[in-house]
C-alpha cells in the first residue's frame, strides 16, 4: 500500500511508504480512504502526514501521468488538487512532518497543512516548475501565495530555489527545522495540542478563511503540461 495510517492517542499518523511518494492514481486513492478513515472518526482528532527514507514527497509521477495520455493527466491532477482542497478544509489540525524532499506537488502537498515541520540536515523544500516547464494552475498558484509570504513565494516560484530545513524556517514555509529522529515525534505533538478543536466549528472557518482558494482547487481543469 501507498500509505499507512496509525493512531498515537487523539492524533492520525498518516505515513507515505512508497519510496519517492509520487502522486498517481494508486497513491490519491489510498490518500483519500485514508482521509475517510480520519473524518468519519469521532472526538478530539488531529492528523500527522509523513514521508518515508529520504523524501516526505517527490511530486507527481510524472513518467506514469504523461504515458496515460494528456486528458488522463488533467483529470488527475484535477483531483488531486481536490485533495488539496480537503485537506485545508478539513475540520481537524493537520501538521506536515517533512521527514526529507518536499519537491513540487509534494511541496504544495505540505503547504495544504496548518503547520509544518521539517528536518534540519539533509531534504530541500522546492517549487521546481519554473525548471520542468510546468506552469501552476490556478488553484496552486492560489495555494502557494496563500500559504507562504509573498516574496518567499515570488522567489520559490520564478526561481526554482530549493530550501533547507533552516532556511525554509527563514523564508516562513516551515514552522521549525529539527533532527530527523524528532521530526514525527514533534509533529505529534503539535497536532495533539489542538485536537480538542476538532469539529465543525473548524471546518467552517477553514472554509470561510480560504472560500476563494477552495472553489480554485475544488474546480480546477488540470494540467497536462
Given at each position: 500500500?501507498?500509505v499507512s495510517?496509525?493512531?498515537?492517542g487523539?492524533v492520525f499518523?498518516?505515513?507515505?511508504?512508497?519510496?519517492e511518494?509520487?502522486m498517481?492514481?494508486?497513491?490519491l486513492n489510498?490518500?483519500?480512504?485514508?482521509l475517510?478513515?480520519?473524518?468519519?472518526?469521532?472526538g478530539p482528532?488531529a492528523l500527522v502526514?509523513t514521508?518515508s527514507?529520504k523524501?516526505?514527497s517527490?511530486?507527481l509521477?510524472l513518467d506514469a501521468?504523461m504515458a496515460s495520455?494528456?486528458?488522463?493527466m488533467?483529470?488527475?491532477?484535477a483531483?488531486?488538487?481536490?485533495l488539496f482542497?480537503r485537506l485545508?478544509a478539513?475540520?481537524?489540525?493537520?501538521?506536515?512532518?517533512?521527514?526529507g524532499h518536499?519537491?513540487a506537488a509534494?511541496?504544495?502537498l505540505?503547504?495544504?497543512?496548518?503547520?509544518?515541520v521539517?528536518?534540519a540536515?539533509?531534504?530541500f523544500?522546492?517549487l521546481?516548475?519554473?525548471?520542468?516547464?510546468i506552469?501552476f494552475?490556478?488553484?496552486m498558484?492560489?495555494?502557494i501565495?496563500?500559504?507562504?509570504?509573498?516574496?518567499?513565494?515570488?522567489?520559490a516560484?520564478v526561481t526554482?530555489?530549493?530550501?533547507?530545513?533552516e532556511?525554509?524556517?527563514?523564508m516562513?514555509?516551515m514552522?521549525e527545522?529539527?533532527?530527523?529522529?524528532q521530526v514525527?515525534?514533534?509533529?505529534?505533538?503539535?497536532?495533539?495540542?489542538?485536537?480538542s478543536?476538532?469539529?465543525?466549528?473548524?471546518?467552517v472557518?477553514?472554509?470561510r478563511m480560504y472560500?476563494e482558494l477552495l472553489?480554485?482547487?475544488?474546480n480546477?481543469?488540470?494540467t497536462?503540461?
Amino acid at each position: 500500500m501507498p500509505v499507512s495510517l496509525d493512531r498515537r492517542g487523539d492524533v492520525f499518523l498518516l505515513a507515505m511508504e512508497n519510496g519517492e511518494n509520487r502522486m498517481n492514481p494508486s497513491w490519491l486513492n489510498a490518500m483519500n480512504a485514508a482521509l475517510d478513515e480520519v473524518d468519519s472518526a469521532v472526538g478530539p482528532k488531529a492528523l500527522v502526514t509523513t514521508g518515508s527514507g529520504k523524501f516526505y514527497s517527490n511530486g507527481l509521477d510524472l513518467d506514469a501521468l504523461m504515458a496515460s495520455g494528456s486528458e488522463a493527466m488533467a483529470a488527475f491532477v484535477a483531483d488531486d488538487e481536490r485533495l488539496f482542497a480537503r485537506l485545508i478544509a478539513s475540520p481537524y489540525f493537520t501538521v506536515a512532518a517533512c521527514n526529507g524532499h518536499t519537491f513540487a506537488a509534494g511541496a504544495m502537498l505540505a503547504l495544504c497543512h496548518d503547520a509544518r515541520v521539517m528536518r534540519a540536515d539533509r531534504g530541500f523544500f522546492c517549487l521546481p516548475e519554473v525548471d520542468l516547464g510546468i506552469p501552476f494552475t490556478p488553484g496552486m498558484d492560489a495555494l502557494i501565495k496563500g500559504r507562504l509570504p509573498h516574496l518567499t513565494a515570488h522567489e520559490a516560484m520564478v526561481t526554482g530555489s530549493r530550501y533547507g530545513g533552516e532556511a525554509a524556517v527563514a523564508m516562513g514555509i516551515m514552522g521549525e527545522a529539527i533532527p530527523e529522529d524528532q521530526v514525527v515525534a514533534r509533529a505529534v505533538e503539535i497536532a495533539s495540542g489542538f485536537a480538542s478543536k476538532a469539529g465543525a466549528t473548524m471546518g467552517v472557518i477553514k472554509e470561510r478563511m480560504y472560500a476563494e482558494l477552495l472553489g480554485l482547487l475544488a474546480n480546477s481543469a488540470g494540467t497536462s503540461a
